[in-house]
Structures are given as C-alpha cells and as structure tokens.
C-alpha cells in the first residue's frame, strides 16, 4: 500500500538490502516488524478508549495515520508489552505468514519472562487483547490518499485446556501431543503480512528485550534503530514531530526529553557506538547511519 507520492520518499526511509531472516525456526537473535507499525506504535498505557491514532511523516510530503481499534466489547487495545509479542509473532511468521502456537513458548525465554502462572496468565491476556485488534492505516500526500483496513491476527486455533500450555516446557511432552499442537496458531492478515514482508524493521531482540516491559523505551529504541538503519547520511528528527509520533503528552518536552536521553545512556551501555544526540536548545534527534550488529 503506498500513494505515488510514497513511492520515492519511503525509499530513502526504508531498508537497503534484503535480509535472509530465517524466521522459521531456530534461536533468533533479531526481530522483524512491519516498517508501520514501528513508526507508529500501539498506547504505553491501558486506555479507556476503544480506538486511538498515531501520526508519522514519511516525507516532505506524505503523511501516515495508523489508527488502532478494539472491535470486541469489554476488551481493550493492547498495550505495553503487548507490542513486545506481536513483535515475535510478526517475527516468527515472517516466512509464511503463520506462527505455530508452540513457538510461544520460545517467547519467554527471549524476553526472560518468568515461567510461573502469573506471566502465563499475562500472555494469554495479551493473546485476547490483539486478538480484538484492529488496524487501519492511511497515506496521504499532496495527490492522493491511500487507506488500508486489516485485522492482525486474522485467525487465531488455540487449545482450551492444559493439553496446548504454552509454557516453556512444551519441548519435554510426548511427540504425539506435539502432533497435535502442530495445528494450533495464530495466521497473520494477509495485507500485513505483505506490508512486513515488503518493508521489513529487523532490529536486535537482546536489545529490544531490555525494554520489554517498558514500552515508551522501546518505541524509542526501536524507532531509532530503525532511522539509523534506514540513513544514508546524517539526518535531523525534528522534536515536534518525535513527540507525536511516540504519542506521548508532555507537550513542554522536558521530562520526556531526559526520560529518553537516559534510555540512550542505557543502549549506549552495550552500544557504546550508537551515533544518536538531541540537538541543544530544544533542537531535534540526530541520527546517523548505524546498525547494532555491526558495533565493535
């Protein structure tokens, strides 16, 4: 989905090669998530409302508008760490736009989660709460609007009792039982799933997965490896524009601006090569090219 106006500016934006992820199987060490969805991102916070809109600017002159609704009554938009599972099933079904529900299983030991009943009960929560989402995304440009309406998870088969736990000891039971979970899984919208194919964000799941719990650090990180991965040369993010694409409320800046020089402090603790400031007297984000896998 691009308006004409898209077609060129997204291609300074968007990746310059093309990457054999290798998403299928096997112990990952990045994520994958559709380019939209990275810049702009789902709520840090439960919300009352049923429906709320995040702004991007992909160019001078093209704008996107992604817009996230709960279509179920009684269930909530996802948020917090919900972005961190929908990033792992966007991960694991990059292939083929399926994720088997045993792959959850490898979901808590890459984020570190603990293995009880309480983060269990959690992801099931989660599970619930993207299975109710919605999502509509719009390009405008001076010539043309663009929109797309979709459903992530378009079709979620999962079991209703002990026998489908999605626990991480799922590799210990019987290889029948196996057999059976084999058909258990969640497939993705099939525009999404082009849309992820077509624009990929691959990004480090070590990194991404100290923030797992703290979504307005990972919105940040995430959107900032992403601009370092995307540059050709040095670049400015203006602070304005930051601001509403995290969708945060703090409209004078200064909390939220030493609240996200910290968390650069912190990436640059393992990355002590990431080329990311703000500008001084309030002046923008600059970012230069950069990828994380290739810091010495």
């Known amino acids: ?53 995040r702004v991007a600017r992909l160019g001078r002159r093209t704008r996107l508008s992604v817009t996230y609704t709960s279509i179920e009554e009684g269930i909530p938009l996802p948020f917090g760490a919900d972005r961190g599972l929908l990033a792992w099933i966007q991960t694991r079904a990059f292939d083929d736009g399926f994720v088997r529900f045993d792959a959850l299983a490898e979901y808590f030991q890459a984020f570190g989660l603990d293995q009880g009943g309480r983060e269990y009960t959690a992801v099931r929560q989660r599970i619930r709460r993207l299975g109710s989402l919605a999502i509509s995304i719009t390009l405008e440009s001076e010539l043309e609007s663009a929109r797309l309406q979709m459903h992530p998870l378009k079709k979620i088969f999962l079991p209703k009792d002990g026998s489908g736990s999605i626990r991480p000891e799922v590799g210990r039971v019987s290889p029948q039982l196996l057999l059976i979970r084999r058909r258990y899984g969640f497939d993705l919208d099939p525009d999404l799933w082009a849309l992820l194919r077509r ?98």
């Open 1 to 53: 989905m691009r308006s004409g106006d898209a077609q060129s500016e997204d291609r300074k934006q968007t990746h310059r090669e093309i990457i054999p992820f290798g998403t299928r199987s096997g112990p990952l060490d990045r994520l994958v998530q559709a380019l939209y969805l990275v810049l702009c991102p789902l709520p840090w916070t439960a919300s009352r409302e049923r429906s709320v809109r």
């Open 199 to 296: 624009h990929p964000v691959p990004q480090s799941l070590a990194l991404l997965g100290q923030f797992h719990n703290r979504p307005k650090a990972w919105d940040f990180v995430s959107f900032v490896l992403y601009r370092c991965f995307a540059a050709r040369c040095p670049t400015v993010v203006p602070w304005n524009e930051l601001v509403q694409q995290l969708g945060s409320t703090d409209r004078t800046g200064h909390r939220l601006r030493r609240t996200l020089r910290r968390i650069l402090e912190e990436v640059r603790g393992t990355h002590p090569g990431l080329p990311v400031r703000f500008l001084p007297n309030r002046g923008g984000l600059e970012v230069e090219p950069w990828r994380a896998d290739r810091d010495p």
